[in-house]
């Protein structure tokens, strides 16, 4: 069997400037992983990001940040481009990246849809297709989704509706890129512990989400923590390569379909 370890291999991580992107790339390097591209969006991520490439140095591996709204498709050419220039090959590519609008239905507004499919659905779609043209035979694509779209829930129908394309982009990729040896997958997490999921939340609503897991007592606070999904990342671009096309939701039992 060939070698699925992480020492040598590079990557591109979208989000990688903080919150679970950061954390994957961390545990990257700390494996021996070679070369990171760490993308942020906006300004405001920049620091963050600049300072997770300082770390990604310190613990061995070449690293460099990039900006860029990835719903635009130059943007994912570029990053692509830049870290096939920087590594000499690309082996693994994992998005975290995206938007989180929570309303009801009557108050969405098309700006907000416009928004979040661009965000969730565009860029992911046109993120696995550059992953697909550049990625070296036997690399790995995760995408980040939710487990949201396992869910009957009120207020959330954009966001999970943007990301639930996603699964049926990773299915696809999956069988048009495994004659090459790429394994493509989703993973959907519950509502995580970081900044991302309490922007749109009540203290109620922190409340229920928070108890709502089969497993919520034996978590800190009862939300999915990103210690619990970045491992996962390593598992499936490693050890976990036979799994492909697939969506996984770990979420402690928030959701099951």
Do not use: C
Not at 120 to 136: D, E, S, V
Not at 234 to 249: A, E, P, R, S, Y
């Amino acid at each position: 069997m060939s070698n699925r370890s992480l020492k040598g291999k590079t990557a591109v991580i979208a989000g990688g400037g903080k919150n679970l992107g950061a954390l994957i790339a961390r545990q990257f390097a700390e494996a021996g992983a070679r070369g990171i591209a760490v993308h942020y969006n906006s300004d405001a991520s920049r620091a963050p990001a600049e300072r997770t490439v300082q770390e990604l140095k310190q613990l061995g591996a070449d690293a460099f940040a990039f900006q860029g709204d990835l719903a635009v498709v130059e943007n994912d050419v570029r990053l692509f481009d830049a870290a096939a220039e920087r590594f000499g090959q690309i082996d693994i590519a994992v998005n975290t990246a995206g938007v989180v609008i929570k309303k009801p239905i009557l108050e969405v507004t098309e700006d907000d849809y416009d928004r979040s499919f661009a965000a969730n659905a565009k860029a992911a779609f046109f993120f696995i297709q550059q992953a697909g043209r550049t990625l070296a035979d036997r690399g790995s694509i995760v995408t980040i989704v939710s487990s949201l779209l396992a869910a009957y829930t009120p207020f959330y129908a954009v966001y999970p509706g943007s990301k639930a394309p996603v699964e049926h982009y990773t299915r696809a990729a999956s069988k048009e890129f495994g004659e090459r040896g790429i394994s493509v997958n989703a993973i959907g997490p519950g509502p995580m512990d970081t900044p991302f999921f309490y922007g749109q939340e009540t203290p109620d609503s922190v409340a229920y989400h928070s108890s709502a897991a089969a497993l919520s007592k034996y978590s800190s606070k009862g939300l999915t923590d990103i210690g619990d999904i970045a491992p996962i990342v390593k598992f499936l671009v490693t050890d976990g390569w036979w799994i492909t096309g697939q969506t996984l939701f770990a979420n402690g039992g928030y959701t099951t379909r």
